[in-house]
């Protein structure tokens, strides 16, 4: 059963820090860009980050560039996103997407998860 999983998620405060983990059982996660996308309450879907199959290529929106790192551990089928110097502006539900090559168009991809929420506030 192909099946995606995101964790890590909870509340943090300001300037704190958070990885959220997403995992893969059912296939393996070597061959696939994986993104991370966000919602947050009343807005559209917004991608935060993606890593090309090899590893070779990250992308950041400009809104997280420097605070957030995205890396993958094919060995535990895993994919990790460090999140550094949280603001509010970053609460919203995470998910974790798989597909064929990073794009920034959520219907791309081929596998999500069913998300994990974020939230930073004091």
């Known amino acids: 059963q192909v099946q995606v999983v995101e964790s890590g998620g909870g509340l943090v405060q300001p300037g704190g820090s958070l990885r959220l983990s997403c995992a893969a059982s059912g296939f393996t996660l070597d061959d696939f860009a994986i993104a991370w996308f966000r919602q947050a309450p009343g807005k559209g879907r917004e991608g935060v980050s993606c890593?090309?199959?090899?590893?070779?290529?990250?992308y950041y929106p400009d809104s997280v560039k420097g605070r957030f790192a995205i890396s993958r551990d094919n060995a535990k089928n895993t994919v990790y996103l460090q999140m550094n110097t949280l603001k509010p502006e970053d609460t919203a539900v995470y998910y974790c997407a798989v597909g064929p090559s990073c794009t920034s168009w959520y219907p791309d991809y081929d596998y999500y998860g069913q998300g994990t929420q974020v939230t930073v506030s004091s």
């Open positions: 890593i090309s199959s090899n590893g070779g290529s990250t």
